[in-house]
C-alpha cells in the first residue's frame, strides 16, 4: 500500500460513470455528452461523493474521455476526488465479441490508454474487471507492481472475483486488495441467499459463491455494489407490468421512504449499507435528480430497524426464509 493511498471504504456511495459518453459505437461524443458528464459530476459531489468508477471499455473509451475534458476544465476537482477505473475485458477484438485480457502487456497499455483519456497521471484504484482463466497470476502481480512503482496507480481491486480467487492473487502481490465490485442489490440478492440457505435444496438456485462475503469482511475488502439501484425497478422505472413480488416490494420501498422521510433510491441503498460487511454502493444514473435522491443512504441505514430490512428482503424473494 502506497502512502499516498486512500483506500475505498463502507458506508459511502460511489458514483458509477457507465452511462456517460453517449452510445456504445465507436463514434466520438459531443459537447453536449460533456455537459451532462459536468452536470452528472456536479450532482454527485453536492451528494457527498467523491469517489468514481469508471472502465476502460465503459461506451467504448468514452466514458473515461468525457471525464476526462471535464477534469481538464474544472482547476482544483481532481484533487477533490478519487478515481477508480477497471481493465481486463477486451470487446470486438480479433472475431470475440468479449474476451478477457490480463497479460502483463494488456494491463499496461489499457491502463495508459484509460489514464490518457481521464487526462490525469494516475487513478487511486485499478480494478482487475473480470477474472481471466488465461491469466498468470504471477504476471498480473507483476504488470501490478510496475504500475504502482511508476505512480500510475496507487492502489488495486478486482471486480466479479470470488473470495478464493482473490486469496489466489493476493498470494502473489506486494500490496493488499482493496475492493471486490459485484453485483448486488435488493434485487440480485445471490449474494445474500447463499448465506442463510447452507443445507437447504433452494441454494442450488444461487450460484454465488459461498464465503465471499466473509473473506472481503475478514481481509478488509471493501465490497461495492454495481446495479444497487436495481436499474430503477422499485422505484419507479420498472416495467409497466411488474411481477407480483417486483410491485409488493415497489409498495413498501415507497412507505419506508416515507416513514423516515426520505426517498425510494435512499431506501434501496441504505438496505445495501445496513449489511454488516459494509457494502459501499455504486449509483449508475445520469440523472442529477436521481443522484441527489441517493444522498440520505447513510443515515436511512442507521435507522432502519432489523424489521424493516427483513421485511424488504423478504418482500422481494416472494417468500419467507427458511
Known amino acids: 500500500m502506497t502512502e499516498h493511498h486512500v483506500p475505498p471504504s463502507a458506508q459511502e456511495l460511489i458514483y458509477g460513470c457507465m452511462g456517460l459518453g453517449g452510445s456504445w459505437s465507436d463514434e466520438p461524443h459531443g459537447a453536449g455528452h460533456v455537459d451532462e458528464a459536468a452536470a452528472a459530476v456536479d450532482a454527485a459531489l453536492a451528494a457527498g461523493i467523491t469517489l468514481f468508477d469508471h472502465a476502460d471499455i465503459y461506451r467504448s473509451g468514452k466514458s ?12 482544483g476537482l481532481r484533487e477533490r476526488i478519487r478515481l477508480q477505473t477497471k481493465c ?11 474476451h478477457y485480457d490480463l497479460s502483463r502487456e494488456s494491463i499496461l497499455e489499457r491502463v495508459d490508454g ?3 483519456r481521464l487526462q490525469t497521471d494516475f487513478v487511486d484504484v485499478l480494478l ?8 498468470d497470476v504471477a504476471e498480473v502481480a507483476a504488470a501490478v507492481g510496475q504500475l504502482l512503482a511508476e505512480g500510475k496507480v496507487r492502489a488495486l481491486g478486482v471486480s466479479n472475483m470470488s473470495g478464493a480467487q482473490i486469496q489466489a ?4 502481490l506486494e500490496v493488499p486488495v482493496v475492493a471486490n465490485q459485484l453485483e448486488m442489490s435488493l434485487l440480485k440478492r445471490a449474494w445474500l441467499e447463499s448465506t442463510v440457505l447452507v443445507n437447504h435444496a433452494e441454494s442450488l438456485d444461487h450460484g ?3 464465503g465471499t462475503l466473509e ?9 461495492q455494489a454495481y446495479g444497487a439501484l436495481a436499474r430503477g425497478l422499485y422505484t419507479g422505472a420498472g416495467p409497466e407490468d411488474p411481477t407480483a413480488d417486483e410491485a409488493a416490494t415497489a ?3 415507497g412507505e419506508l421512504a416515507r416513514e423516515h422521510n426520505t426517498t425510494g433510491e435512499s431506501v434501496l441503498l441504505g438496505w445495501l449499507m445496513k449489511h454488516p460487511a459494509g457494502i459501499a454502493p455504486v449509483i449508475g444514473t445520469v440523472n442529477p435528480a436521481r443522484i441527489a435522491a441517493c444522498a440520505d443512504a447513510a443515515r436511512v441505514a442507521e435507522a432502519m430497524t432489523r424489521a424493516e430490512w427483513y421485511g424488504l428482503w423478504v418482500t422481494a424473494r416472494g417468500s419467507n426464509i427458511p
Open 64 to 75: 473515461e474521455a468525457v471525464f476526462g475534458e471535464v477534469l481538464a476544465a474544472t482547476p
Open 88 to 98: 481486463g475485458i477486451r470487446l470486438n477484438e480479433r472475431g470475440l465479441a468479449t
Open 114 to 116: 484509460s489514464l490518457k
Open 128 to 135: 482487475l474487471h473480470r477474472p481471466d482463466p488465461l491469466a
Open 169 to 172: 492473487l493476493q498470494d502473489r
Open 208 to 210: 454465488f459463491p459461498h
Open 215 to 223: 473473506y472481503c469482511t475478514r481481509h478488509g475488502v471493501t465490497l
Open 251 to 253: 409498495v413498501m420501498v
